[in-house]
């Protein structure tokens, strides 16, 4: 299948790309290859932080495995009515998510768009291309790049509306491939969010950051909407404790001992805690 190109940038030059015979190019002549599971690698060597930038690929299967089961479809549905509600149309507009991970989010949105017969351009991308690789699998209508938060190869003013679910914004780089008027969707966890899990896992358990909107705001962006969800006992059961906890940064955080007393429980009710901010990006005076 051809990648729709359109409003996709060469990470190196801005300028936009073409579809050319299993690659894209620009017309300086930097070229990039189109894999075989349909999602184009735009990340440049030297903005690479690592040998294999973002999550792994044991970390995207078990968010891929965990997400499957369907215990985060509430959080799914309320960045839709999130959308719905503060996004006055979601038909024929340009929607990506930033840090798409293996496109769960993305995915269920192109659903709900289908099902009420409306269409955008949907592009996910995502640093890892573990993750890329896998979002192919959930959607390939849907354009899935490697890219990083902190250049998107997206077009200026491009984005009607830019996802950044459990992610890591970059509100410049976002400013600008967002249109004037456009807006900026972040869902990242509460307080509460796995409480359970973590007083299993911690001896103490830290406060979550609360967020600081001062990044947003001196980017440009202005607060719209700020919505809380609470799910309590939410029943994960074994075979997914080990998805959910390597998932999570608390993977790398916990003991081993503790981890191992985790996976050994029979089941475990946690708490789903979500916290939903819609920021809109100012227009020009
Ligand atoms: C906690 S996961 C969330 C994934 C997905 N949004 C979800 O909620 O299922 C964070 C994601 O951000 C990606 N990531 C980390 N640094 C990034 C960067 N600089 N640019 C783009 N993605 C990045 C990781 O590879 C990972 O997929
Ligand atoms: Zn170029």
Redesign the pocket.
């Known amino acids: 299948m051809m990648m729709n190109t359109k409003g996709i940038t060469c990470p190196l030059d801005g300028t936009l790309l073409i579809a050319e015979q299993g690659r894209l190019v620009c017309p300086n002549g930097h070229s990039f290859d189109l894999a075989r599971q349909g999602y184009c690698h735009l990340l440049p060597v030297q903005e690479k932080r690592s040998a294999d930038?973002?999550?792994s690929k044991a970390m995207?299967n078990a968010?891929s495995d965990f997400?499957d089961a369907g215990l985060y479809q509430p959080i799914a549905e309320l960045m839709i009515e999130q959308l719905v509600h503060n996004i006055a149309a979601l038909d024929q507009v340009v929607i990506a998510?930033?840090?798409?991970?293996?496109g769960?989010?993305l995915n269920a949105l192109s659903q709900h768009l289908s099902k009420m017969e409306q269409s955008a351009r949907l592009i996910g991308?995502?640093?890892?291309k573990w993750?890329v690789a896998r979002a192919c699998r959930r959607n390939r209508d849907i354009t899935w790049l490697v890219?990083?938060?902190?250049n998107p190869p997206i077009a200026p003013d491009y984005i009607d509306t830019m996802l950044c679910?459990?992610?890591?914004p970059?509100y410049p780089a976002f400013a600008k491939c967002i249109k004037p008027g456009g807006y900026l969707l972040m869902l990242d966890g509460g307080p509460a969010h796995l409480i359970e899990l973590r007083e299993h896992i911690y001896e103490q358990v830290n406060d979550t950051k609360p967020f600081n909107a001062e990044p947003a705001l001196s980017a440009g962006f202005e607060r719209v909407s700020e919505t809380r969800l609470t799910v309590p006992k939410v029943e994960i059961p074994q075979h997914l404790l080990a998805s959910l906890l390597l998932?999570t940064p608390h993977f790398f955080r916990a003991s081993e001992a503790a981890k191992e007393a985790l996976l050994a429980l029979p089941r475990i009710s946690v708490t789903i805690d979500v916290e939903c901010r819609v920021y809109q990006l100012k227009a020009p005076d």
Do not use: K, T
Request: aromatic share 18%; net charge negative.
């Open positions: 930038p973002g999550d995207v968010r997400l998510d930033a840090g798409c991970g293996e769960y989010y991308f995502d640093i890892s993750a890219a990083s938060n902190r679910m459990f992610g890591f970059q998932m």
